[in-house]
T-cell receptor
C-alpha cells in the first residue's frame, strides 16, 4: 500500500495562468475526492468521483475548475485563469465504497498552490 | 447546511497532562464521525471513527472519543499526552448516506516537554 500520492507538491504560478494537479489514489479504491484547505481552516469538499463518474460538485467549484478521472484510476484537477484567491492546499483522498456514508477517506500530502 | 465546530483553535499542554478537544456538529440526522490528525510536515491521518454501536471509540496512540448524540458532540480525549502528540487535530462529519466530509477548523495542540 503506497498511499495516495499527489503531484506536484508545490506550484507557484502567476495570476491568469492555468494549472493542473494530479492525484493517484490507493489502487483498489473506487472513490476519489478533492478538497481545498486554506490557512486556519479545515479542508472543504470540492468534488468526488465513483470510478470515472463525477457524482457531486461543490458550489466552491467555479466554472474555472474542472476535474476528471478518465479511467477510474488517477484524477486531475485543472484551474483555468488562476486568481490569487485560488491560493490554497489542494487535497486528494480516496476510499473504497461501503455505503451509508461509512467510507474512510485516506488523504494524500496535498498540492500547495500559490498564485502571485 | 452541516457545520462542525471545534471549540479551541490552539491548546498548549505539558507532557502527561490530560487532553480533551471539543467537537460539535449541527446535523440532526444520523452521522458518521471522524477525528483526523496532521503531524508537522505530514498528511492527514485517521485517528479514529464512529459509525454505530458503542459510543466510546478507541483509536490509535491511546486516543479515544465519545459520541453524545443528545449534545451533538464527539469529543476527543487522551489521559496523558506526549510531546509527539504535537499536531493539528480535525473533527469531521459525514451524514448517513452522505458522500463528503465536513471538517471543523482544526485545533493546534502543542505539548511542552
Amino acid at each position: 500500500d503506497t498511499g495516495v500520492s499527489q503531484d506536484p507538491r508545490h506550484k507557484i504560478t502567476k495570476r491568469g495562468q492555468n494549472v493542473t494537479f494530479r492525484c493517484d489514489p490507493i489502487s483498489e479504491h473506487n472513490r476519489l475526492y478533492w478538497y481545498r484547505q486554506t490557512l486556519g481552516q479545515g479542508p472543504e469538499f470540492l468534488t468526488y468521483f465513483q470510478n470515472e463518474a463525477q457524482l457531486e460538485k461543490s458550489r466552491l467549484l467555479s466554472d474555472r475548475f474542472s476535474a476528471e478521472r478518465p479511467k477510474g484510476s488517477f484524477s486531475t484537477l485543472e484551474i483555468q485563469r488562476t486568481e490569487q484567491g485560488d491560493s490554497a492546499m489542494y487535497l486528494c483522498a480516496s476510499s473504497p465504497f461501503r455505503g451509508g456514508g461509512q467510507e474512510t477517506q485516506y488523504f494524500g500530502p496535498g498540492t500547495r498552490l500559490l498564485v502571485l | 447546511a452541516q457545520s462542525v465546530s471545534q471549540h479551541n483553535h490552539h491548546v498548549i499542554l505539558s507532557e502527561a497532562a490530560s487532553l480533551e478537544l471539543g467537537c460539535n456538529y449541527s446535523y440532526g440526522g444520523t452521522v458518521n464521525l471522524f477525528w483526523y490528525v496532521q503531524y508537522p510536515g505530514q498528511h492527514l491521518q485517521l485517528l479514529l471513527k464512529y459509525f454505530s454501536g458503542d459510543p466510546l471509540v478507541k483509536g490509535i496512540k491511546g486516543f479515544e472519543a465519545e459520541f453524545i448524540k443528545s449534545k451533538f458532540s464527539f469529543n476527543l480525549r487522551k489521559p496523558s499526552v506526549q510531546w509527539s502528540d504535537t499536531a493539528e487535530y480535525f473533527c469531521a462529519v459525514n451524514k448517513e448516506y452522505g458522500n463528503k466530509l465536513v471538517f471543523g477548523a482544526g485545533t493546534i495542540l502543542r505539548v511542552k516537554s
